[in-house]
């Protein structure tokens, strides 16, 4: 009997016993995916139902295709709750793309300066972009303190006439969460890189101009980015910007302008059925992550200094729990031990150092408990 057939008898779709070398991945992304959405990609893998091929061997253009993709969108409407003044579009390029897409689509060309809140290292590369398509402020800089806090409120003074304000929801290295939107004029579209948080808590999309997360942290494989915006600034582009960058056309034409990433869409929306309708909704969802990331922040804080998270308590992440050892040695020691105990792909990013231990929504609660319990043995092993 195969793994996948003994699979479909399991009542856990997410048991780690489904294959004798799937390791608990804590990988930052890509990430570790619902094992019962790589099942149904395996069992669809040959022959996609009435299509006579895989899903990667049909035109785009095709009725099966343009369901996929459609049901993909409207699975994340539902799930977020998007209205219809907002469109939702699948483009290629990943997160990177959009640091370049949302200056020159919003920047450029306007004769106003873009407000850029920076709390780590992925505002900093979009940052960079951003510049060279026009006027940029750097409206807050957690530098100081190597990206271990959000601004208070106070701390944001964006202008009313601002192009938009910038932000990222999870700063995946430095494992730095806004627990909630940042204050922003009404005036001025809020535009967030929700890359490593998106659909891992439900979102008031109507605070937003411009939302947009590439997949292979917490919703897909790689290959795919969602954006979500307000469609009144479609409009505002100079037509001259590169035409793959220019967001009107992906919305005009259905996320169809050109050739979109087929399979990447296809797992998309299946992650995306899958947090609806086996994990019932991102409210559930939001509730499990917080148990699971409160498990792992417990660990570091009943440790008497042992572990010491990077984050500042009120910005901790729900996805992405950072935290050092006392030394070198022992966080070798720590990553090779885990390593043992199935406990994979934990080291942290070098500009932190460390341990990142990604718990994205795919990770089953088993992960998190068996890493929670290494982490208390290891540290009484060891202080
Ligand atoms: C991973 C990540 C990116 C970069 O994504 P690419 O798809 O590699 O371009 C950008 N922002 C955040 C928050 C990320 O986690």
């Given at each position: 009997m195969t793994a996948s057939a003994q699979g479909v008898q399991t009542t856990s779709a997410q048991s780690s016993a489904s294959h004798p070398e799937r390791v608990f991945n804590f990988s930052a992304g890509p990430a570790t995916m619902p094992?019962?959405?790589?099942r149904e990609v395996q069992d669809e893998m040959l022959c996609y139902p009435g299509a006579g091929a895989s899903i990667m061997e049909i035109s785009h253009r095709d009725k099966l295709f343009v369901d996929v993709l459609h049901?993909?969108?409207?699975?994340?409407?539902e799930l977020l709750n998007v209205s219809d003044d907002y469109s939702v579009m699948f483009m290629q390029g990943g997160a990177t793309l959009q640091f370049s897409a949302i200056p020159a689509n919003l920047l450029r060309g306007s004769g106003k300066r873009a407000q850029y809140v920076l709390t780590g290292s992925w505002g900093k590369k979009a940052i960079k972009e951003a510049k060279k398509e026009g006027d940029v402020d750097v409206l807050f800089d957690a530098a100081d303190s190597n990206y271990d806090h959000i601004p208070s409120a106070s701390d944001l003074a964006c202008p009313d006439d601002a192009a938009y304000m910038y932000y990222c929801s999870n700063?995946?290295?430095q494992g730095v969460q806004f627990p909630t939107e940042p204050n922003c004029?009404?005036?001025v579209p809020l535009v967030s890189d929700a890359s490593s948080d998106f659909l891992c808590r439900p979102l008031p999309i109507d605070q937003y101009g411009l939302l947009y997360a590439c997949a292979q942290k917490n919703a897909g494989p790689a290959g795919v980015s969602v954006v979500i915006m307000r469609k009144d600034l479609l409009d505002q582009a100079d037509p001259n910007i590169p035409g793959y960058l220019h967001f009107k056309n992906h919305h005009d034409n259905d996320s169809e302008w050109n050739t979109p990433p087929t399979f990447a869409i296809y797992v998309l929306g299946k992650v995306a059925r899958w947090l609806r309708d086996d994990m019932?909704?991102?409210?559930?969802?939001e509730s499990i992550n917080r148990e699971?990331?409160?498990?792992?922040?417990s660990a570091i804080d009943s440790s008497n200094g042992f572990y010491r998270g990077h984050a500042k308590t009120d910005c901790r992440s729900l996805m992405n729990v950072t935290f050092n050892l006392p030394s070198d040695e022992l966080t070798a020691?720590?990553?090779a031990e885990a390593a043992e105990h199935k406990l994979a792909a934990l080291k942290g990013h070098r500009s932190v150092g460390g341990i990142r231990a990604s718990i994205y929504n795919a990770m089953p609660r088993e992960g998190v408990n068996a890493l929670a319990s290494f982490m208390n043995d290891f540290a009484s092993k060891n202080s």
């Open positions: 094992e019962s959405v790589l049901d993909a969108e409207s699975t994340i409407r700063e995946t290295i004029p009404d005036s019932g909704g991102l409210e559930k969802m699971k990331s409160q498990q792992l922040y020691k720590f990553i």
